[in-house]
């Protein structure tokens, strides 16, 4: 499992387990799940293809539109999977009116940090980058939830509005394999 | 779900992640706070599935929904009626035609001021839980078109009552320019000078925060008038949310959403309006909304 980015005040990579007694959305609970899922929106927003400088936006809708549609969106398997699918829904409405449709890779570093035996781990994130902006978006957003977010399948399934769990495999497969080729390749696509 | 990936591959993602963590990175305490309370003022969900510790709740039965959303809806109900009728019974006053949006990020009562209220006693709005639950923000005037009547707002919040625009339309009114400032509620009494009370008045403020399931549901009207491209329609929407709600939690929201009204239609006040807008210190997320819809 990749290391996941350092977790808030609740464990970011956690499933969510079985749902708890219902409270209420309260403006508490939000902010809990702020803190610990305010990365995660944002990350994965960059990653669907919002430019930056609009992350806050996309961040805000989809912050709004949990609160709007809770009582809307049904019963998901944890927070994550429910985000995950606001966030993609923001994202594509967003990115329509940017007339923006690629992702974008990461900006150019201006470190190169080389490991002790030669690994260029700029590069190496920007070969990353390349291989997911190439991907096909249904197995790019696959490929991130798993082994970027390290959701579990039923997870992103959920996320993904209730796809069949052997289609979230199918995907993911595919994915790894391409990436496969591309490290073994030097990485270049 | 276990990866089949090898280390060096891993590697690789390891390397991503790490130049992407500036994403990862949480905002600001303040951020946070403007983001749960516009997540409230436009959400405003029938009921919360979500509990407190950010886990999903399975759906309720229906009837236990329905009997939430009822008992929600009646309590707002009744709020609200205290709310206007104490308003009405106070003040005595008519509504304006054109009500202002916003002021210092406070519900404010159009008004006549006979004299001007002493610039001492204004006091910008400031931060804080409650104040946030607006956005924090000491934001826009009110509508600027010809028929509007509202003055122009200084940046940090401050109402120059003295420049009003337009002082004949604001002859029609019978009251004075309250601005709602925490602990300094002016009584509604027939004086006309002098500085603001820190003693609240008997009757409830019209200018108390709300957040009625209605107001989202006006304001929703009023963006989707404007995305059909029925920019009149629109900004009458938004100002009739501002005479039914001066005390809406969706004043910035709202204000802003006039602003974009105003740009699309070319208006030949949209750029003021979007300066003074601007000058309030919006949160981002509505300045990047403003500019977009503002770009020749």
């Known amino acids: 499992m990749v290391a996941q980015p350092t977790p808030t005040t609740a464990d970011e990579g956690s499933s969510g387990g079985s749902p708890a007694h219902a409270v209420g959305l309260t403006p508490r609970s939000l902010r809990r799940i702020y803190d610990a899922h305010h990365g995660f929106v944002r990350r994965n927003a960059v990653r669907l293809g919002i430019p930056r400088d609009h992350a806050d936006d996309v961040v805000q809708e989809v912050f709004v539109t949990l609160v709007r549609r809770s009582a809307e969106l049904g019963e998901f398997r944890s927070v994550r999977a429910l985000l995950f699918a606001i966030v993609r829904r923001v994202c594509a409405n967003y990115r329509r009116k940017l007339d923006r449709g690629r992702f974008r890779p990461l900006p150019g570093g201006t470190l190169r940090v080389v490991d002790d035996d030669g690994f260029d781990r700029v590069e190496a994130a920007h070969t990353v980058a390349r291989f997911l902006a190439r991907l096909d978006e249904p197995r790019r957003v696959v490929f991130v939830l798993a082994e970027l977010e390290g959701m579990s399948a039923p997870e992103i399934a959920d996320a993904l509005g209730g796809i069949n769990i052997n289609t979230v495999y199918t995907r993911l497969r595919a994915a790894r394999e391409r990436f496969k080729k591309i490290v073994a390749a030097g990485g270049q696509p | ?296």
């Open chain 2, 1 to 296: 779900m276990t990866s089949t990936l090898k280390p060096r591959e891993r590697r690789l993602l390891d390397a991503y992640l790490e130049l992407e963590s500036p994403l990862s990175e949480a905002g600001s305490e303040d951020e946070r706070e403007r983001i749960v309370a516009a997540a409230f003022a436009q959400g405003a969900p029938a009921g919360g599935p979500v509990t407190a510790d950010g886990s999903v709740r399975r759906v309720a039965s229906r009837g236990v929904l329905v009997g939430i959303g009822l008992g929600l809806c009646a309590a707002m109900l009744v709020g609200w009626w205290i709310g206007s009728t104490s308003m009405l019974e106070v003040s005595g006053l008519e509504r304006p035609e054109q009500a202002p949006l916003l002021r210092d990020n406070r519900p404010v009562r159009e008004a006549v001021r006979t004299t001007p209220e002493p610039r001492s006693s204004r006091r910008p709005s400031q931060g804080g839980a409650a104040a946030d639950l607006a956005g924090g923000v000491p934001s826009t005037e009110g509508l600027s078109e010809p028929t509007g009547a509202v003055a122009p707002q200084e940046p940090g919040g401050a109402v120059p009552v003295e420049s009003a625009p337009d002082d004949e339309a604001r002859t029609r009114v019978d009251a004075e320019i309250v601005p709602h400032r925490r602990g300094a509620v002016r009584p509604r009494t027939g004086a006309r000078s002098g500085p603001p009370t820190s003693e609240p008045p008997a009757s409830v403020s019209p200018a108390r925060p709300t957040l009625d399931p209605a107001e989202v549901t006006m304001l929703d009207q009023a963006r989707r008038l404007a995305r059909r491209g029925e920019h009149e329609a629109a900004l009458e929407k938004l100002r009739a949310h501002a005479r039914a709600y001066p005390g809406s939690l969706l004043a910035t929201e709202r204000a802003a959403e006039e602003v974009v009204v105003l740009c699309r239609m070319g208006a030949a006040s949209a750029e003021a309006t979007r300066a003074r807008f601007l000058a309030g210190r919006p949160p981002q997320y509505l300045r990047a909304r403003v500019g977009r819809a503002c770009t020749p």
